[in-house]
């Protein structure tokens, strides 16, 4: 995609955006963190040079366009220490890196889900509407349903008023996701939640009196 953009897109920018998807999310760290991916692109590219037998044809296919002419496994282990830097650097940062906005869609992958499956359906009036029928329709199991999308919601919302260059990417991808609609629809499950599902109380039993 970088190499064929023109220039409208930095290779380093979009490493950036996926280094920083992978460290936002537990279950990348856990399954597949950075030193992972990076010592697969090092050991693919040991195995380009000692030509131990054919890779598959998609794969070749794909490296010689993004490669644009470079040896593949000096084009590998060119990513991998890229990609390094890039997590050495960006150890602890917060601020998304300007990318094409693809890491936005896999981040709040639920929230557009629920965004394409009820707010932009055009099959309710209004956005409250629309945010209490999702709500009913999980109605009484609606917890598991709720909280993925509740979560991202929040990410979504401290990111849009963190700054202006952190929401960038969000408001890109996500135009309907403002502070305004995001807090309704926060409010919107908080409110359910605290009216149709409250903790049952407790009360000491007789020997603890």
Known sequence: ?????????????????????????NEAQWLCP?????????LTAQYLDGQHGELPQEFTAK????????????????????????????????????GAGWDTDIRFRMLRGFHDNWIGSGEYASLEEAISAAIDSEHPFCGDFLGPV???????????????????????????????????????V????????????TTPDHDQR
């Open 1 to 25: 995609m970088c190499q064929e953009s023109g220039g409208r897109y930095s290779l380093t920018d979009e490493l950036a955006a996926f280094v920083r998807l992978v460290q936002s999310s």
């Open 34 to 42: 950075v030193t992972t991916v990076t010592a697969l692109l090092d």
């Open 63 to 98: 490296l010689a366009r993004a490669a644009a002419g470079l040896d593949g496994a000096e084009y590998l282990r060119t990513l991998a220490g890229t990609l390094r830097a890039i997590e050495r650097d960006t150890a602890g940062a917060t601020t998304p890196s300007a």
């Open 150 to 188: 509740a979560a991202e919601a929040e990410s979504a919302l401290v990111r849009l008023l963190d700054s202006a260059d952190s929401g960038a990417g969000l408001s890109h991808t996500m135009p309907w996701a403002t502070a305004a609609t995001l807090t309704m629809l926060l409010d919107a």
């Open 190 to 201: 908080n409110s359910h939640m605290r009216h149709e599902h409250p903790a049952p109380l």
